[in-house]
């Protein structure tokens, strides 16, 4: 089994920064693929970024060149880092990975961008 655990979510002005971190329970973290995911209200979960296990990054079209996704194997830690944040990246934001057939989501971290 894998625990999750988001942190760093807040209140930001537009225009502003977060960094979010998801820690990870166990000795498997460094053979885990980490993603982040949003879900704003009334909508569907989606895909944020993207991380393997030798750090190949991939990320949704909505960030791209806004958000940088990285892991530290050392701290078992996978981190989004939020720049340039508009109203529409309000949402909970959940780090999930997948260890053989199961899925396992944090708790997830609320990030308001409000002026």
């Known amino acids: 089994q894998v625990q999750l655990v988001e942190s760093g979510g807040g209140l930001v002005q537009p225009e502003g920064s977060l960094r979010l971190s998801c820690a990870a329970s166990g000795a498997m973290f460094r053979f885990l693929g980490m993603g982040w995911y949003r879900q704003a209200p009334e909508k569907q979960r989606e895909l944020v970024a993207f991380?393997?296990?030798?750090?190949?990054?991939t990320y949704a079209d909505s960030v791209k060149g806004r958000f940088t996704i990285s892991r530290d194997n050392t701290k078992n830690t996978v981190y989004l880092q939020m720049d340039s944040l508009k109203p529409e990246d309000t949402a909970v934001y959940y780090c999930?990975?997948?260890?053989?057939?199961?899925?396992?989501w944090g708790q997830g971290t609320q990030v308001t961008v409000s002026s």
């Open positions: 991380i393997t296990t030798d750090s190949s990054r």
């Open positions: 999930k990975t997948r260890l053989g057939l199961y899925d396992y």
